[in-house]
């Protein structure tokens, strides 16, 4: 135990502290401000352009009466119409409405660019119509009585209990269709680059001594269990670090009050997506990440020599990619509880991106999840057991030729 | 056990530092233990770096001193070097040398590869000779020298070559200028005859009588290897 925590923490520190970790870290991070800037430097913008004003000018109890509902909407320094006439030729507003009243009937007139804002309208218009029908009722000599039998308005009541389902429902529908393109899209991504840190990492030991030194002082099992258990723990790192980043991010955003209205009105969507990533499911993940770390240490050995070093993963690469594009095709045909997609959630390596579908698509209950997620771990614990046997073999082989010829020569030397 | 290979085998990322101090550990040694002894190490074989730098900012000579530095430090009690002296100049050969024999005094036992047959006549008590994976030679230095009788003579004398080679039991005569010759004898036995015709009673300035260097016996097995 002793040396496999030398060699375990030799090797998380010399990954931790390498220029390609921190890269690797905080360019996702550093990606999604550069988004999330973008998208508000773009939301600025279309604010700027949004920022409809226009100047009211003429009947002053309109224009008071207009301004408590729209101020955003109106230019209260500009008093008369040549003034609007003027300011509308800079284009500093976008019009300007006239409203005057000529043998008591208002009348109401907008000069603009751009036709009137929907919401400026609407609200004008119910202003003057109430104003005018306070003159119409005047020169009518109805009594109050009358008047008031003349404005009853028809009831209209509003039930949004079944909308409010729906919304729910369809934030939920939602919720789970990004979780589960998400879960696929880490999968896929964090498991091509740590296979190929890992089998970088061991092939470039092979076919240089360094190798015969090693085995001179640490058995290769315990040098094998350290070395792939530094980048499980690297790959944990980095999991940990975007986690306490999206909690801290939370939080932050949550004490903006624009932000506060979005996560509050998207409350549903919000915590179905989260409860369906922090379940289950990242297990699934994590489980996927680590039996391609431990193959990828195998196609690591198995490097013809250290030149080949970049390419020793490509077996694994070639066969995750497979399996995203199998999982991506599953999802997008609606057939992700297809005989095939079934059968794969339970193969090692599938079940990692196949079952959060399932699990996801509720077309596979917990206990199935487990069963799924228990033949992986003994996967797991059965190639390391067995590989960490036949590792130095691999390792010490310098045989040339194809990748099965490789294996041969390096067990007939048993 | 310490282990020196014949090729490099250092993590060039490491620094000197963490490099030695990362084997020791596998080794069994304290992380506080060795990085109280690295720095007389660096000092003891010259080596031109501090214990910050990284192994590939190393010339290749100085790599392979940290080698050495890593398969001695942590004290062990069997040694295997496998052509330890490629790459190093007579000096930082002769540092090596020192500390093989340093080691050895302390109480290790040193198996040691060389197709260096000076390095191994000065180095080693006890010699074995493999050909083709099999032992051809096998015993201390002395004893595999007098297997094969002491034939070559050194000596220093006013006679021709040509009366040197017409004495009895001599095979060959090489002039290595300035009156000395070198002479191989077919039998050992003559030697007492070739100094009496030698020296004719008189002092002579040089006669020694040897058998072949390990040198001379290594060709004559790669020889036979050849044949």
Not at chain 1, 291 to 300: K, M, N
Not at chain 2, 54 to 70: A, D, F, R, T
Request: aromatic share 10%; proline share 2%.
């Amino acid at each position: 135990m002793h040396k496999f925590n030398i060699v375990f923490m030799r090797n998380y520190l010399l990954h931790l502290k390498s220029k390609s970790f921190i890269a690797l870290l905080i360019t996702p991070i550093i990606s999604v401000l550069i988004s999330a800037g973008i998208g508000v430097l773009v939301a600025g913008s279309t604010n700027n352009f949004d920022n409809y004003q226009v100047a009211v000018v003429g009947d002053s109890s309109v224009k008071s009466e207009l301004v408590s509902k729209d101020k955003d909407s109106i230019d209260t320094s500009i008093k008369s119409e040549s003034t609007a006439k003027k300011e509308l030729k800079k284009d500093n507003i976008d019009g300007y409405i006239k409203v005057s009243k000529e043998n008591n009937q208002y009348k109401v007139n907008f000069v603009g660019s751009s036709s009137l804002d929907s919401d400026v309208k609407t609200d004008l218009l119910a202003i003057v119509n109430q104003k005018q029908s306070e003159i119409n009722v005047k020169n009518s000599n109805v009594t109050n009585e009358q008047y008031k039998q003349l404005s009853v308005k028809p009831a209209f009541k509003s039930s949004i209990t079944d909308k409010e389902k729906k919304q729910k429902t369809d934030q939920t529908s939602s919720a789970n269709t990004a979780s589960i393109y998400v879960l696929m899209f880490i999968s896929y991504f964090f498991t091509i680059i740590y296979a190929s840190i890992m089998s970088t990492t061991i092939a470039k030991e092979k076919g240089t001594k360094i190798s015969e030194v090693i085995f001179s002082s640490v058995s290769p099992s315990t040098y094998f269990s350290g070395k792939v258990g530094a980048v499980i723990a690297l790959m944990a790192t980095q999991m940990v670090i975007y986690t306490g980043v999206g909690v801290v991010a939370y939080f932050i955003l949550n004490m903006d009050p624009f932000f506060n209205s979005l996560f509050t009105s998207q409350h549903v969507l919000i915590s179905t997506f989260v409860g369906n990533i922090f379940s289950i499911n990242i297990l699934f993940i994590f489980i996927g990440f680590v039996i391609s770390i431990v193959l990828a240490a195998i196609c690591g050995s198995l490097s013809a020599n250290v030149e080949g070093a970049s390419k020793s993963a490509q077996p694994l690469v070639f066969l995750i990619l497979f399996i995203f594009v199998l999982s991506f095709n599953f999802v997008n045909n609606g057939s992700s509880d297809s005989i095939f997609s079934q059968v794969g959630s339970y193969i090692p390596l599938f079940s990692s991106f196949l079952m959060p579908i399932r699990l996801i698509n509720h077309n596979a209950n917990l206990f199935e999840g487990i069963i799924s997620l228990l033949i992986a771990i003994f996967f797991i614990a059965f190639v390391t057991y067995k590989f960490s046997n036949v590792y130095k073999l691999f390792m010490l082989n310098s045989e040339e030729g194809s990748f099965f010829k490789r294996i041969k020569s390096a067990l007939n030397n048993k | 056990m310490g282990y020196l290979p014949e090729e490099r085998s250092l993590f060039e990322d490491l620094t000197i530092e963490s490099q030695i101090t990362y084997f020791a550990e596998l080794k069994g040694r304290d992380k506080n233990w060795v990085k109280e002894r690295i720095n007389s190490w660096l000092q003891r074989f010259e080596v031109k770096g501090e214990t910050k730098d990284k192994i590939k900012s190393l010339s290749k000579g100085n790599q392979q001193k940290v080698q050495l530095i890593c398969t001695l430090i942590h004290e062990p009690k069997l040694v295997i070097l496998d052509e330890p002296f490629s790459g190093l100049d007579p000096v930082n050969a002769d540092l090596l040398k020192k500390e093989i024999i340093r080691t050895k005094e302390n109480g290790a036992a040193i198996i040691f590869s060389s197709h260096d047959m000076n390095n191994v006549e000065e180095l080693c008590d006890h010699v074995v000779m493999l050909r083709n994976g099999n032992v051809v030679l096998n015993g201390s230095v002395d004893e595999i020298r007098n297997q094969f009788g002491k034939k070559h003579v050194f000596v220093t004398t006013d006679m021709s070559v040509n009366e040197l080679a017409a004495l009895d039991g001599v095979s060959e005569v090489v002039d290595r200028g300035h009156n000395r010759y070198k002479i191989t004898l077919s039998d050992e036995e003559y030697g007492k005859a070739l100094f009496k015709a030698v020296s004719r009673g008189e002092y002579i300035e040089e006669f020694s009588q040897q058998p072949p260097t390990l040198d001379e016996i290594f060709r004559e097995k790669a020889v036979a290897k050849h044949a």
